[in-house]
Every structure is written in structure tokens, then in C-alpha cells.
């Protein structure tokens, strides 16, 4: 299975005749991804997990 990442485009990106808006969120493969992150057309947008909550009795 091929891995994805999610992305926020920051500019406007044209792919297969349909355009795409910043503010656009796109989940593609990962090497798709990190193209558009490394020409500057988009940001990583991946979900940031939640904190797992602290177990009871556990001391900080």
C-alpha cells in the first residue's frame, strides 16, 4: 500500500486540467507531496495526534 500525506496548498495548482486553491486540502502520495511541499505550492497539513492521556497514578 502506497503511503499518503496530507497537504494545504499556499498557492494555485493546476493538475489533469482542474484547478486547486490555497486553502485547498489534498491527501496524496507522499512522493506527490512532497514535491508540491518542495516547490513551494504547498504545506504539510498532516494531522497532529492527540496527547495520550497520562495513566493513573503516573507522576510527571
Known amino acids: ?3 499518503t500525506k496530507h497537504i494545504e496548498l ?3 495548482h493546476r493538475h489533469a486540467g482542474r484547478d486547486y486553491q490555497p486553502g485547498a486540502r489534498l491527501t496524496l502520495p507522499a512522493h506527490k507531496a512532497d514535491w508540491l511541499i ?3 505550492s504547498a ?3 498532516s494531522p497532529v495526534p492527540a496527547p495520550t492521556p497520562a495513566k493513573p497514578g503516573a507522576k510527571d
Open 1 to 3: 500500500m502506497e503511503k
Open 38 to 40: 518542495g516547490v513551494g
Open 10 to 12: 499556499v498557492k494555485p
Open 43 to 45: 504545506r504539510d497539513a
